[in-house]
């Protein structure tokens, strides 16, 4: 896991590279290939990181781990585009009009500019990701065998060598399907909150802040997460409990209408904040050699933030788009606190 940590950051660097050279040439299909390239050591990381802090100590405190490094990524989330925008995207107030009101040789000249202005900051962000790489890769981090701290106790010791397939837990494959509809649900509450209050013909001047809204809405559940649990609710009870509140939630969007509506989506952030720290560990547990297998298809769940807005965007062509965000959201929130109830310990 220190090793695919570390090749992770290596690969995400050489993404980062990629996307800050290819922009600088104006070369579309090479900038994408950059981004698809970061997002594939991301993957790697991912399955990695939430893996290792999964087990690094015992597996019914996980969530709270995993909780710590969430409010991580949720700050880093929030300032890295204030960064971002004053680093690439200063001198740029009125750039689209500046480009249509040009000649063509000032056009080029403005665009060329741009391209420039992103170049050194994500060649520095190369830089920075292979120096993580190398940090973990010589840390004193521990080695951990995860079939040895995660064993199928469903087996004797003579035949945990050979194991079962992976096929034979069932509490893995729910989870995949739990975190396809976690990670969906929860970029419908974020990114596609915008989408949502214009439908209600909400001014752009409001609804460009409602992700942050989502945002704020995410840390506090986070906290609350990382103080209760494990100590006062264990991470099952406390998945149970976020997925019937994110149920009530999405209820009440669609039973109100314009802000209060919003308000609702917006406090989605709250009950989704526990579930992906909750899910994992809950998904892997007693995999044994599978483990690592495991964790991979977990992170290729993700795909459910990809594919549900993408459904959302289709359904509210044909239907109120309230109605839209309930048809996908509640059977998805019911589905989770089923899990969070029964699912996680399903056995064949």
Request: net charge positive; charged share 10%.
């Amino acid at each position: 896991m220190k090793r695919g940590m570390a090749i992770g950051f290596v690969v995400m660097a050489g993404g980062a590279a990629m996307f800050g050279h290819f922009t600088a040439l104006r070369w579309y299909p090479g900038a994408l290939t950059g981004l698809f390239t970061i997002g594939a050591g991301l993957s790697l990381l991912q399955t990695a990181s939430n893996l290792y802090m999964s087990i690094i100590g015992p597996i019914e405190s996980a969530a709270r781990r995993i909780a710590i490094m969430g409010i991580c990524s949720k700050v880093a989330g929030f300032l890295a585009p204030f960064v971002f925008g004053a680093i690439v995207l200063r001198g740029l107030d009125n750039f689209d009009a500046r480009v249509k009101a040009a000649d063509p040789q000032a056009r080029e000249a403005l665009l060329n500019g741009f391209a420039a202005q992103v170049y050194w900051p994500y060649m520095i962000m190369a830089g920075l990701l292979l120096a993580m790489a190398i940090w973990i890769a010589r840390s004193n981090l521990p080695d951990i065998a995860a079939a040895e701290v995660n064993p199928d106790h469903s087996l004797g010791a003579s035949e945990r060598v050979r194991g079962r397939s992976i096929f034979s837990f069932p509490h893995l494959w729910f989870g995949v399907v739990c975190l396809f509809l976690y990670v969906g649900v929860e970029v419908m509450a974020g990114d596609a909150i915008g989408i949502y209050g214009d439908s209600f013909g909400l001014p752009l001047s409001q609804t460009r802040f409602l992700t942050s809204a989502t945002l704020f809405a995410m840390l506090a559940g986070y906290v609350l997460g990382v103080a209760l649990t494990p100590r006062f609710i264990s991470q099952q009870s406390y998945l149970a409990l976020s997925g019937m509140l994110g149920a009530l939630l999405a209820l009440g969007a669609y039973g109100n209408a314009g802000y209060t509506s919003v308000g609702f989506i917006a406090a989605l952030g709250f009950a989704n904040a526990m579930m992906w720290p909750a899910i994992f560990p809950l998904a892997i547990r007693g995999l044994g050699r599978h483990t690592e297998t495991g964790a991979a298809l977990l992170i290729m769940a993700i795909a459910g933030g990809a594919l549900m807005p993408w459904g959302f965007a289709l359904l509210k062509q044909v239907v109120d788009f309230q109605l839209a965000y309930l048809a996908l959201a509640l059977p998805s929130y019911l589905f989770i606190a089923w899990y969070g109830l029964a699912g996680y310990q399903a056995v064949r």
